[in-house]
């Protein structure tokens, strides 16, 4: 949502928030995969969706890897693929990378000698409001933010006042975190359901407990990389591994920018052209091997 707001900062860290459920800390600094895939077997009237929030992964995601269950209505007793491993994003350091593709943030930073990694899940902006790509950094932090609503919008929609309150009406959520990209920032939500999907003005939603803990470890002057990328590649301990996203590309466009992914990382004699073409056949999203 592209947004003016008015600021009160308050930080407060604990160690707690730096040990929550989605951090991972890397043993090895060559490590280039994340966390575990795991299944879970359909309740009598569960949802993809609901189940999408419960595990705190985006719409796109569950749905991407389970592309032949309705997500609306999935059959009680089938056994879904839920999303939790990830290839990590190139150009990872010390700070946010937000990959639009994938609608997904990372955020690293070393601890103790270790790199930490979180990751959440992200709505963006819908067509005609897209997020825009670049390096950014953080420069202002909000607790409880005022939205200022935009002209753009209220000529959209009318009826918004010129001013919206904190509170379950005010689509910001708890928290904002501007950008230097004048207008646009992190921010969570009220309503939940539109992450994992391009929904936004422009800015980057965040379920409500997840911006919560990003707010409390990310400090004014982080920098923010925004890239798209539909596919990521790399390699660890021999094997080597891509993950394919397709929000709009073509098979063709894909096969394409699978082949420059890896050719720029010198992996190409390395891969099996057969499971090459079936990961980027299917476009889940999930991190697939495809060495030789």
């Known amino acids: 949502m592209r947004i003016h707001v008015i600021f009160i900062v308050i930080l407060i860290l604990t160690a707690s928030d730096l040990l929550a459920s989605n951090t991972f ?21 569960e949802t993809l ?5 419960d595990h ?20 009680k007793g089938t056994t879904i693929i ?15 990378v937000i990959n639009l593709a994938e609608l997904r943030l990372y955020y690293s930073f070393i601890l103790n000698g270790k790199r930490h990694v979180h990751t959440y899940a992200i ?7 897209g997020t825009p790509t670049g390096s950014f950094k ?7 933010p005022t939205w200022k609503v935009p002209a753009s919008i209220r000529k959209e929609k009318p009826e918004l006042p010129l001013y919206v ?46 911006i919560d803990a990003l707010y409390k470890l990310v400090e004014p002057g982080t920098p923010v990389k925004i890239v798209y990328e539909p596919v990521k590649a790399g390699v660890f301990k021999d094997k080597v591994y891509i993950e394919v996203h ?9 096969i394409k920018i699978a082949n420059e992914t890896l050719g720029r990382k010198d992996l190409l004699n390395k891969v099996d052209t057969d499971l090459f073409m079936k990961a980027v056949h299917s476009a889940n999203g999930l991190p697939a091997v495809i060495s030789k």
């Open 138 to 144: 953080v420069t202002i932090k909000v607790k409880n």
């Open 25 to 45: 800390i890397l043993e090895d600094p060559e490590q280039v995969i994340i966390g575990e895939n795991t299944t879970y077997t359909i309740q009598d009237r």
């Open 123 to 129: 709505g963006t902006g819908r067509k005609g409001w």
């Open 82 to 96: 839920v999303p939790g491993q990830w290839l990590l994003p190139d150009g990872l350091e010390n700070g946010i």
């Open 49 to 53: 969706v609901e189940l999408a929030r």
């Open 165 to 210: 309150k904190p509170g379950p009406d005010n689509p910001l959520g708890r928290y904002w975190m501007q950008l230097s990209a004048k207008g646009y920032g992190i921010h969570g939500t009220n309503r939940p359901y539109g992450i994992g999907r391009r929904v936004s003005h422009g800015c980057l939603r965040l379920y409500p407990d997840d």
């Open 246 to 254: 397709c929000p709009e590309e073509t098979l063709p466009e894909l």
């Open 56 to 75: 705190s992964i985006g719409y796109n995601e569950i749905t991407e890897a389970n592309r032949n269950i309705d997500p609306w209505v999935p059959d």
